[in-house]
C-alpha cells in the first residue's frame, strides 16, 4: 500500500490552522488545507504492514490501507467510492472523530502515524466537489416502514442503510432541524452546519422522510410507532451530569450542552431570551474533555475575561503512557485549537462549593487540590489535600461532566428493559420489544461519532434481516454491497 519507501521519505505534515486573534473573531472553520501534491505524499507514507492495526482501531472497520493507497495513486474518486462502502458520513468523522485508527497504526510504533483522518476528509470534500457523491435512491420499495427516532449520527446511519434496502423510513427529531449534537451540540468552529445540510439534501433526495420538532412520548404518542414495521431508537444518552456541591443552584452555573446550543442557534438568527454569555466574565468550565474543549472556544469568541479548566484527574503524559500500548487508546495529554487560544488548565483539582451573593448570583468558586489513593483490587480513591482550598472569581461556571445515560421516557412508556446504567439493553440491536431495535448511545452509552455510524449500519442490517428474512446490507469492515 502506498509508497513502499514512502513513510521512509516523508514526515507527516497536518493542516494548519488560522493564527488565533484571526479565529477567534468569528465562528466559522480555522483550518488550512494541503495542497494536493502534499495529501498525495500523506498518502504515499501508509505501509505494506502486513497486518493494517488501524482496521481494529477503527469501529467501522474503515479500509483505511486501501483509500490511502488511492490518494497516492492520485485515484480520488476510487478513494470515495472505497471510503464511503463503510463510512456514510466521513465528512463528519474527518472533522471530529479522535481517530483510534491513527493510534492504532503500525507506522505509530516508530513514527507519527498516518494523517488518515485528514486524507479521509479530503477525499470527502473532493467528492462533493466533484460531484461524485450523488442521491441513490433504492430501485425498488419494500412495503416495509421504518421509524427511526433521532437524527444524530447513528439515526442519520441506520436511516440511509435501510432506505437503500427499500424500506419506507421516516426519522423524528425532538429539535428544530435535523443533526442531533453534531447540530448544535458541536461548535460551528469545528464543523460548519453547511456541512450537515449538504448531506442531508443527499438523504432526502434518496427518499427519507424527515419530522422536526416531534419528541417521541411527548408531544408524539408512543403508540403512534405501532404504525411502523420496525423502529430504531438513536436517541443518543442525553441526561447530563451534574454536582452534588453546595450553590450548584447559583445563577451562572451552567450546563455545557445549554451553552453551546444557545450560541449556535444564536449564529444562526434564533432569539435567544437571556443568551447564557461569557462576555467579560471569568468563566471556568469544570470537564476536561471535548465538550469542555468546545466551552474553551466559544468563551474566548464571546469575549470572556478569562478562561480556567478543572479537570479531577491527573494531568496525562505528554507522550503514550506504558499503560496503554500500542495499539490501544493511549492515555495521553491532548491539546485541542481551543487550548492554544487561551485558557489555564488546572488538574487534581474539585470544586468544593459554588458561592453566590445575597441575589443567588454566582461569584466564585472554592476548591481543594487533590489526590487519587490507587488500592489493588478496589476503586481509586479521592483524597482530599488539607490545607489547598482556593478561591476563584467567577461568574459563569460551565458544566461539561458528560452523560449518565438516555432518557426514560420512551423506555418506560414501551416497556424497554434497561441495564444499570439505564442504556437500553438489547441483543443484537434488537430489545425485548422484537420490531423495537436501539443503536448508539442510547444502547452502549455516552461514545464517539464514529462508533455511532457504526452501530446505526450494524442495528439497519438487523432490522432488515428481522423485516425480511434475508439481508444484502454489509456488516463491519464489508464493502458497502448497495454502493453507498
Not at 325 to 345: I, N
Not at 416 to 427: F, G, L, M
Request: proline share 6%; glycine share 10%.
Amino acid at each position: 500500500m502506498g509508497k513502499i519507501t514512502g513513510f521512509k521519505e516523508y514526515k507527516r505534515q497536518d493542516e494548519n490552522y488560522t493564527p488565533v486573534k484571526e479565529r477567534v473573531t468569528h465562528y466559522k472553520e480555522f483550518t488550512i488545507p494541503l495542497d494536493e501534491p502534499e495529501l498525495i505524499k500523506q498518502g504515499s507514507r501508509c505501509m505494506d504492514c502486513g497486518i493494517p492495526f488501524c482496521h481494529s482501531g477503527c469501529p467501522l472497520g474503515n479500509l483505511i490501507p486501501d483509500f490511502n493507497h488511492m490518494v497516492h495513486q492520485g485515484e480520488w474518486k476510487k478513494a470515495s467510492w472505497i471510503l464511503h462502502s463503510t463510512n456514510n458520513f466521513p465528512e463528519f468523522t474527518g472533522r471530529l472523530c479522535p481517530a483510534p485508527c491513527e493510534k492504532a497504526c503500525v507506522l505509530g510504533i516508530i513514527e507519527d502515524p498516518i494523517s488518515i483522518e485528514n486524507i479521509e476528509k479530503n477525499i470527502v470534500e473532493r467528492a462533493f466537489k466533484e460531484g461524485w457523491i450523488k442521491p441513490q435512491p433504492p430501485k425498488t420499495r419494500t412495503e416495509k416502514t421504518v421509524a427511526v427516532v433521532g437524527s444524530g449520527p447513528a439515526g442519520l446511519a441506520a436511516a440511509q442503510q435501510l432506505n437503500r434496502a427499500g424500506h419506507t423510513v421516516t426519522v423524528f427529531e425532538r429539535d428544530d432541524a435535523i443533526g442531533g449534537l453534531l447540530r448544535y451540540g458541536i461548535p460551528n468552529f469545528k464543523m460548519e452546519k453547511g456541512i450537515i445540510d449538504r448531506r442531508l439534501a443527499i438523504l432526502k433526495a434518496e427518499g427519507i422522510n424527515f419530522k422536526t420538532n416531534v419528541n417521541v412520548g411527548v408531544n408524539y404518542d408512543v403508540k403512534k410507532l405501532k404504525d411502523f414495521d420496525a423502529v430504531v431508537l438513536c436517541g443518543g444518552a442525553t441526561v447530563r451530569r451534574s454536582l452534588p456541591t453546595p450553590g450548584i443552584d447559583a445563577d451562572g452555573v451552567v450546563q455545557a450542552m445549554d451553552f453551546l446550543t444557545q450560541q449556535t442557534k444564536a449564529i444562526f438568527g434564533q432569539k435567544i431570551k437571556n443568551q447564557i454569555l461569557a462576555t467579560d466574565k471569568n468563566v471556568i468550565v469544570i470537564g476536561g474533555g471535548d465538550t469542555g474543549s468546545d466551552c474553551v472556544g466559544t468563551s474566548n469568541r464571546q469575549g470572556a475575561k478569562s478562561v480556567i479548566n478543572f479537570e479531577i484527574m491527573p494531568k496525562p503524559p505528554k507522550h503514550r503512557s506504558p499503560s496503554t500500548p500500542w495499539p490501544f487508546w493511549p492515555l495521553q495529554l491532548k491539546t485541542s485549537s481551543s487550548h492554544e487560544e487561551g485558557v489555564e488548565r488546572n488538574w487534581l483539582i474539585n470544586t468544593k462549593e459554588f458561592i453566590k451573593d445575597k441575589n443567588g448570583k454566582l461569584t466564585a468558586l472554592k476548591t481543594i487540590n487533590v489526590e487519587w489513593k490507587m488500592i489493588p483490587g478496589q476503586r481509586p480513591q479521592l483524597i482530599e489535600i488539607e490545607g489547598t482550598e482556593k478561591i476563584w472569581p467567577c461568574e459563569l461556571a460551565l458544566l461539561a461532566l458528560g452523560f449518565n445515560g438516555p432518557e426514560s421516557t420512551i423506555s418506560e412508556q414501551l416497556g424497554i428493559e434497561t441495564d444499570a446504567r439505564s442504556n437500553y439493553k438489547a441483543t443484537k440491536y434488537q430489545t425485548n420489544i422484537p420490531n423495537v431495535f436501539v443503536a448508539g448511545d442510547m444502547r452502549r452509552g455516552q461514545s464517539l461519532i464514529v462508533w455511532a455510524i457504526s452501530e446505526g449500519r450494524e442495528a439497519a442490517r438487523e432490522v432488515d434481516l428481522f423485516l425480511m428474512g434475508k439481508t444484502n446490507l454489509p456488516t463491519k469492515g464489508d464493502g458497502d454491497l448497495l454502493k453507498a
